[in-house]
């Protein structure tokens, strides 16, 4: 797909400008071990990007298939953590980076773990953890899988797979001698067997970007609107791809991408930018490491260009306190913030208020009418502070009609104005003996 003509897809432009810029690279080789990868077309060059809102953007060849190889590891790894837990999959394999090529024997002289999960012999040792009743349903529950978080049915490459099976000497080698370690339960040759067959599952750059995106999106496929694994499962994977995706590249890929990534010996590569999308794409030729050559300078620079590193300092947005003063009568603090709170947002709300704080019975009005929503942490945060405030004695009056509880008496109201004049009321009340009608329990 070439740069739109018209329009505002400046999306679409970034895409079709990095891959007009890294596709005549012709650095790399494409992988031959596995010999049906070696018909590859060396030329192909796809890069597509899904929005956790489901918005798809492409540029090159994305509807071509190919085999997915290990890009399948994070997403089964996702698949035997929902089933199972982190503890129990732990047990069978490490999440530390191994620092060796994907092929490598990195088994813990102690436990006889593999490394992580990203490498071939923590991926078959997963891949066999996946709980099932006879290795055809275990590869049809992996399959069934895969196919959630692209959001469509995919299929084997028969012909790489026998290729993988005729080959692939080395990872029964790993299978036995995690056999032999007693990581791996079952039968080392049917372990291996049903890996092979995840490897070649064929899919489409498009496809890829959607399962990166449902992981983006905290386990939710955002163009199916399928739940595909519980949110916690979706940040362990990210955690995982992150450390160890890029085999030993990856130290050098998060000092300059900065996301979580994983790549394949057929040439893809999936990136995740959590909360914003999956990014795919798929070149056969291959750096030393392993990774695809033109995809990592492509995303190396649309990383940089869209500030897409995870160590990134967020773009700050509309400041959060919008009001923070003391009445002029000097009993009151008020302080109205606006937007979405998490935990910077609170924090910025409590150190407002800590400030303007006036001392006991000094009131306390938090105008919240224009703040759209809050996390759970800034919920917990704000209510731990008004519990604290009414403990202290002040008189607490919340506009707005946010979901709080606090304990102790407090009032709500929905008008700063009237707020303001309840509290002051109350603060004059409190000096005299009558009590103050306006007052509820929360
Ligand atoms: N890095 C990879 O994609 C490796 C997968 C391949 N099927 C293998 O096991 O050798």
Known sequence: MSSPRSGVDVVT????????????????RVADYIPQLAFADRDCFGLALM?????????????????????????????????????????????????????????????????????????????????????????SRILE???????????????????????????????YLMRGTGVLRGDPVQAVDTYFRQCSV???????????????????????????????????VLSVMAMCGMYDAAGSWMLHVGLPAKSGVSGGLVAVSPAR??????????????????????????????????????????????????TSSGRIALIAAQGKLDFTAAERVLFALERRRVGAPGGVVLDLERVTGMDATAKAMLERALT????????????????????GTWRRSTDRAQALAAAEHALTAARDPNPDPGRHAG
């Open 277 to 326: 999308f999956g990014i795919a794409l798929h070149s056969p030729l291959l750096d030393a490491a392993g990774n695809p050559v033109r995809g990592v300078a492509a995303l190396r620079e649309l990383s940089e260009r869209f500030g897409l590193h995870l160590m990134h300092n967020a773009a700050p947005g509309a400041p959060t306190v919008m009001l923070s003063t003391t």
């Open 51 to 139: 929005s956790m809102d489901g918005h798809g953007y492409r540029a090159g060849r994305c509807g071509v298939s190919f085999t997915l190889q290990s890009l399948t590891k994070p997403f089964v790894l996702a698949l035997a953590l929902a089933e199972l837990g982190p503890d129990d999959v732990g047990r069978s394999v490490g999440a530390e980076p191994s620092g060796e090529a994907f092929n490598a024997i990195s088994l813990d002289a102690v436990t006889g773990r593999p490394a992580n999960p990203m490498i071939n012999a923590g991926a078959i040792a997963v891949t066999a953890l996946v709980p099932a009743t006879s290795p055809a349903e275990r590869f």
């Open 202 to 236: 064929r899919a489409t750059v498009t496809d890829l970007a959607v399962m990166g995106a449902t992981l983006a999106n905290g386990g939710t496929n955002p163009v199916t609107g399928e739940r595909v694994v519980p949110e916690p499962v979706a940040l362990q």
């Open 13 to 28: 432009e970034a895409l079709a400008e990095v891959h007009g810029r890294y596709g005549s690279l012709s650095d790399g």
């Open 145 to 175: 899988c895969l196919g959630r978080f692209a959001g469509r049915t995919l299929y084997v490459d028969e012909d790489v797979y026998r290729s993988e099976v005729e080959t692939g000497h080395r990872n029964r080698a790993l299978a």
């Open 388 to 407: 604290l405030l009414i403990e202290g004695g002040h008189d607490v009056t919340v506009v707005g009609d946010l979901p709080f509880r606090a304990r």
